[in-house]
């Protein structure tokens, strides 16, 4: 697995990065994944590494994932998951998250689905 590192957001990045996962952290996925998509735009505009705009995609479905989940919707979870796992399955850590971690627990929530024993609004961002 390659390890891959980030590279420094500007600050306007680092505003939209840390709204949404204020608002992730606050179970508001809809709107965590709409800051977040501001971000990756600004990244694809500025043409930065693709594995940081997929990694930023990734997160947007995560949060996507997880308004499926609560809302029960098993296609959309499993949809997500797909899509969410190639993206951050080879990252540790990026812009103070730790995705590993924060894999890890996305992962419980994939299995979940059709059980629906897990609340989506319990997971936080892991920071590394």
Partial sequence: ??????????NDEVEK??????????AK???AHEAWE???????????PSEEILLVQGLIQTAAMLL???RRNLAGVEKQWAKLQPKLRD????WGIDVA???????????????WTLKAS?????RA
């Avoid at 971690?101 to 059980?115: E, P």
Wanted: aromatic letters at 10%.
């Fill in 68 to 70: 499926h989940h609560q």
């Fill in 1 to 10: 697995m390659p390890v891959l590192n980030a590279q420094p957001l500007s």
């Fill in 122 to 126: 319990d997971h936080q961002l892991p």
């Fill in 91 to 94: 990252w540790t850590t990026a």
């Fill in 38 to 48: 501001d971000l990756w735009n600004m990244l694809k505009h500025r043409q930065a």
């Fill in 101 to 115: 971690s924060h894999l890890v627990v996305i992962r419980t929530y994939a299995q979940d689905a059709g059980a």
């Fill in 29 to 31: 996925f809809w709107h």
């Fill in 17 to 26: 990065l840390e709204e949404g996962m204020a608002l992730f952290d606050g």
